[in-house]
């Protein structure tokens, strides 16, 4: 559970990712009377998953009185299963829970709820509430508040696998767990297992976990929805199991998922329209860690989000440090209609870091005043994304709530506006340059034909540098670290050494920011590679002169670089 990798980093490969999935939406089905195990819904649902008809309960707790709904009558009819209702006379009740209830197994589908008049109190001495193996539950219109437990789940917890749960317009409110560990968190939920985990119209606030401050989750189907995650913490330290005896934690400030395939009816995880800010880790993903299983078809997406003023804490024994938001690893990626606003992390990245996904789609986000290490941090990200429409501006109106008709994502009693600002600037970037490269490449989008022959030359100037015993160097934009290339695979897989540490990164992983260090190193006085070096300082719009060098010194094969950016001849170009 919570892996990272910093000193193995294993297949990376980004392929263009078209964002037509959105064709996939179907209104999702409303849990019935029956029981029903809460519902999947499609990635880009908008509107929250409606509660339970409670009308036909099986159980009713309590009589009339706030006093008569007790945690004594709540363990009766959980024992039964069913649809559980409360009868407080119409008045707030407040159950004391002193020890945890349990949803035993075997029972029928459950739901609970609270009609928004029931809270139940752990007392700042216990769980709330366990489920235990092949048991299905909804909680809805309930307010949990003070559970505590030592690993996983302060106010929910899936005892073992197999089973669903489903949490509806709840709020979560001071949950914890208390012990440090790379394998245990989740504040307020621990969904272990579940064949599909449901959270609509809840807030999260001021929960903590070792990781995943509010939310922990393993191998789970995900489906998050108009959920607010406000001031939650992962407070362990040291990072993953992959960092030996000294990683406890620390992982995902809101929320840290270890797969969403082992168990899940689907392997995905959606999350809509939500709103994250000011949760903290002590480690890695100040917002959310999103790991993912190799060759599970697992995709991420993320659809007008906001994330705002999450961090990632400077203590003594941090694994990694960064970003101070998103750190997600392996499966597809896509990001639609999101705002990164105001996080800050140790070092960069600050607001979002892409660690061996196979495809990446990010399209009308924005990312504004992200500081890593002091300074603001511009994200980057590999040179074969679908990268489009990208602002760099503090927005007025964020996009997410552009993209929602004027709605704000999340929870509305727990989400205030962020503070306004200068309206937004909007850039379409095609191969967004990697910090700290100042220019973006020119607006003309090349043949992906020219990129691909480019790359090649670059991977066999590598390759000779690599024979005549040097050890090529580059600055990986993403990662903002220099690694020193030692081997290079006949799978293209890059095995060197990153601050001190080994690595593994795939070729294809690359982007073109690092292709142009790559050059630039290894480049010999030829002219292949020096229309090569001129192709990709012409992408980044570097200093005229220095291409004009290099393409005189490319003789005829200059003129391909030329004629790739429509160009007549040298000529041409030193008049621009």
């Not at 008569?68 to 649809?83: C, F, H, K, N, P």
């Not at 829970?97 to 139940?120: F, N, W, Y």
């Not at 992982?251 to 800010?277: E, L, T, V």
């Amino acid at each position: 559970m919570f892996r990272s990798s910093s000193s193995v980093i294993r297949s990376v490969c980004t392929l263009l990712l078209p964002l037509a999935i959105a064709g996939l939406a179907h209104s999702p089905a409303a849990l019935g009377a029956e029981a029903s195990p809460p519902p999947s819904i499609p990635p880009w649902q908008l509107d929250a998953v409606p509660p339970v008809d409670y009308q036909r309960a099986d159980r009713v707790v309590g009589s009339g009185t706030p006093e008569s709904v007790t945690a004594e009558a709540l363990q009766r009819a959980l024992d039964g299963g069913g649809i559980i209702t409360f009868d407080t006379g119409g008045r707030p009740a407040t159950i004391l829970v002193a020890r945890e209830l349990i949803l035993p197994q075997g029972v029928r589908p459950t739901v609970i709820d609270g009609q928004g008049l029931v809270t139940l109190d752990g007392q700042g001495k216990t769980r709330i509430l366990g489920k235990q193996w092949k048991t299905e539950l909804t909680v809805q219109r309930l307010r949990f508040q003070n559970g505590v437990a030592g690993d996983c789940g302060g106010a929910i917890n899936t005892d073992v696998w197999d089973g669903t749960l489903g949490a509806i317009d709840c709020e979560f409110i001071n949950c914890r767990t208390t012990r440090s560990g790379p394998d245990i968190g989740g504040g307020a939920i621990y969904a272990g297992g579940q064949h599909r985990f449901l959270l609509s119209g809840c807030s999260f606030t001021g929960c903590q976990g070792s990781n995943g401050g509010a939310v922990g989750s393993l191998g789970c189907q995900i489906d998050f929805v108009n959920c607010s995650f406000i001031g939650n913490k992962a407070f362990g330290v040291g990072g993953g199991a992959d960092a030996g005896p000294t990683g406890q934690g620390g992982i995902g400030g809101a929320y840290a998922m270890d797969g969403c395939s082992q168990s899940a009816d689907q392997h995905h995880a959606y999350i809509s329209s939500c709103y994250f800010k000011d949760n903290i880790a002590n480690d890695h993903g100040g917002v959310v860690f999103n790991y993912c299983y190799q060759n599970t078809g697992s995709v991420v997406a993320y659809y007008a989000c906001i994330f705002e003023n999450n961090q990632v804490a400077t203590i003594p024994g941090q694994h990694m440090g960064w970003p101070g938001g998103i750190y997600i690893q392996d499966g597809q990626c896509i990001f639609s209609a999101c705002s990164f606003l105001g996080n800050s992390s140790p070092k960069g990245p600050a607001a979002l870091f892409l660690i061996t996904p196979y495809q990446i789609g990010i399209t009308d986000c924005e990312f504004s005043g992200n500081m890593a290490g002091g300074g603001e941090d511009q994200p980057s990200f590999p040179g074969t994304a679908t990268v489009q429409n990208v602002s760099y501006r503090r927005p007025d109106t964020p996009i997410a709530v552009l993209a929602l008709n004027g709605r704000w994502p999340g929870v509305p009693a727990a989400t205030p506006p962020p503070t306004a600002a200068p309206a937004a600037h909007h850039v379409a970037v095609h191969h967004a340059p990697a910090a700290p490269l100042p220019s973006t490449p020119p607006a003309t989008l090349l043949d992906r034909s020219q990129l691909v022959r480019w790359d090649a030359v670059v991977l066999t100037s590598v390759r000779q540098s690599l024979s005549r015993g040097r050890s090529p160097r580059f600055m990986h934009h993403q990662m903002h670290v220099e690694i020193s290339i030692s081997e290079l695979d006949a799978d293209r897989t890059i095995h060197g050494t990153m601050g001190g540490g080994d690595i593994q990164l795939a070729w294809a992983s690359l982007g073109d920011a690092d292709r142009l260090d790559l050059i630039s190193d290894c480049a010999q006085d030829i002219p292949l590679d020096q229309a090569c070096l001129a192709f990709y300082q012409l992408l980044f719009n570097r200093s005229r002169d220095e291409v004009y060098k290099h393409l005189s010194a490319a003789g005829a094969a200059g003129q391909d670089v030329l004629t790739a950016f429509g160009i007549a001849d040298l000529t041409a170009l030193a008049k621009r």
